[in-house]
């Protein structure tokens, strides 16, 4: 299976889906046709796009996939990948280097997962009445039209991100995976820089009165301003970084992008940072 990093933030989503499915049907293994559902559930993503599209509806496609295999009496901790599974993952890399793609969306995964008969993605897809080769074409539409989940991805591949920092990003991703939440917004990105306790931006934001209990209240209502994608404010942190001689993007140029960015701006204020006080602070720690 190729590296977790490469996969884009609906690809995780996607494979999340697949083990939970795993888990709520009592069955054994990972199967192609978990993951297919999987991507069918990852609203936002050119995936689910495309099967909405083709008409496949989730709850059929639910009944269907539960009854293609025997459940176990009870659900599964940690269900393994079907060797089918990590065939169509494989596939899935393949297809992204065949693209010149540096990542693996859901539109991989579902050329991997057509790509090979075996695996109950197949069966899953005959009993919806919805050919393979469907699904593989309408993946090439969307490719050549330009459709792509590449953007995070690509500014932190692009930037020259301090180790620090590219920890606080891939656990910001890792939150919104797990609230199943459609894309990496300023909410994630913000509750993980408080918490991550050796990043000089926590305690910045302890000083400056970071409220968590305000950001975890935004994150499950979903406020615009939570879920307002984070690639603006990484951008404005990368200027940041270069336009103060930094050979690198730290916690604290993270969080000079906040505060460059009106609704990152925004956001702090509603969890109850004075962006004032806390831009002078880091102008403080920043000049030494």
């Known amino acids: 299976m190729s590296s977790y990093n490469r996969y884009s933030h609906h690809a995780r989503r996607a494979l999340t889906h697949a083990g939970l499915l795993v888990q709520r049907f009592h069955h054994p293994r990972v199967d192609t046709g978990h993951l297919l559902v999987g991507v069918l559930l990852s609203k936002g993503s050119i995936g689910h796009t495309i099967l909405a599209e083709l008409d496949l509806q989730r709850d059929t496609a639910e009944t269907h996939l539960a009854r293609l295999t025997l459940p176990l009496d009870t659900a599964p901790e940690n269900p393994p990948n079907d060797a089918a599974l990590d065939i169509a993952l494989e596939l899935a890399a393949d297809e992204s280097q ?22 109950n993605a197949s069966d899953l897809l005959r009993e919806l009445s919805v050919p393979a080769d469907q699904v593989r074409r309408r993946v090439r539409q969307a490719l050549n039209a330009g459709a792509n989940e590449d953007s995070l991805e690509l500014v932190r591949r692009d930037a020259s991100l301090s180790e620090l920092s590219k920890r606080v990003l891939n656990a910001a991703e890792q939150v919104a995976v797990q609230m199943d939440h459609e894309g990496v917004g300023l909410g994630h990105l913000l509750l993980v820089l408080k918490r991550e306790r050796r990043a000089m931006a926590a305690r910045l934001l302890d000083e400056c009165h970071l409220d968590l209990a305000l950001i975890d209240q935004a994150l499950d209502q979903r406020s615009a301003a939570a879920m307002t994608s984070l690639e603006d404010v990484l951008l404005e942190a990368v200027e940041y970084a270069e336009n103060l001689g930094s050979h690198y993007t730290g916690t604290e140029h993270l969080l000079l992008g906040f505060l460059a960015h009106p609704v990152g701006e925004y956001l702090l204020q509603q969890c109850g940072v004075d962006p004032e006080t806390l831009r002078t602070r880091l102008e403080s720690v920043i000049n030494g």
Do not use: A, K, P, V
Request: glycine letters at 18%; hydrophobic letters at 35%.
């Open 98 to 119: 065949w693209l010149g793609h540096h990542y693996i969306g859901t539109e991989h995964l579902l050329l991997g997962i057509t790509r090979t008969n075996i695996g």
